[in-house]
C-alpha cells in the first residue's frame, strides 16, 4: 500500500483547507485511514479517523471544525479542515491500518503511512 497525502499550504486564522490521501496498491485490505500530526518540537498525534465501513472519530481538539471523509471510487481520504488555529500548524501524515478488527487511533496499530504535507495556520 502507498499513500500520498497532499493539500497542505499556508493560509491564515479562520481559514479552510483540504487535504487529501490518495491510496493505491492493495487497497482491498485496508480497513482504516488515519489522519495525524506533528507540530515542531511536539510529538505526533491523532487527529482523526475513517472506517472502510464510514465510521469516524476526532480528536477533541478539531471536532466541529475538521471533517473526514472517503471516496471510495478514487480510493481517496480527504480531511476538510475549518476554523483554522495556529496551533494547528504541523505536517499532517495520513496512515493505514490493513486487516484491522476495529476502528482505532492508536498510531501503533497503523502499518502504511504517507510522507507528510505541512499546513501552516498564520495568526
Known amino acids: 500500500v502507498q499513500l500520498q497525502a497532499s493539500g497542505g499550504g499556508l493560509v491564515q486564522a479562520g481559514g479552510s483547507l483540504r487535504l487529501s490521501c490518495a491510496a493505491s496498491?492493495?487497497?482491498?485490505?485496508?480497513?482504516?485511514i488515519g489522519w495525524y500530526r506533528q507540530a515542531p518540537g511536539k510529538q505526533r498525534e491523532f487527529v482523526a479517523i475513517?472506517?472502510?465501513?464510514?465510521?469516524?472519530n476526532y480528536a477533541d481538539s478539531v471536532k466541529g471544525r475538521f471533517t473526514i471523509s472517503r471516496d471510495n471510487a478514487k480510493n481517496t481520504v480527504y480531511l476538510q479542515m475549518n476554523s483554522l488555529k495556529p496551533e494547528d500548524t504541523a505536517v499532517y501524515y495520513c496512515a493505514a491500518d490493513l486487516y484491522g478488527v476495529a476502528p482505532t487511533s492508536d498510531e501503533y496499530d497503523y502499518d502504511y503511512w504517507g510522507q507528510g504535507t505541512l499546513v501552516t495556520v498564520s495568526s
Open positions: 475513517i472506517t472502510s465501513t464510514g465510521i469516524t
Open positions: 496498491g492493495s487497497t482491498l485490505s485496508i480497513s482504516t
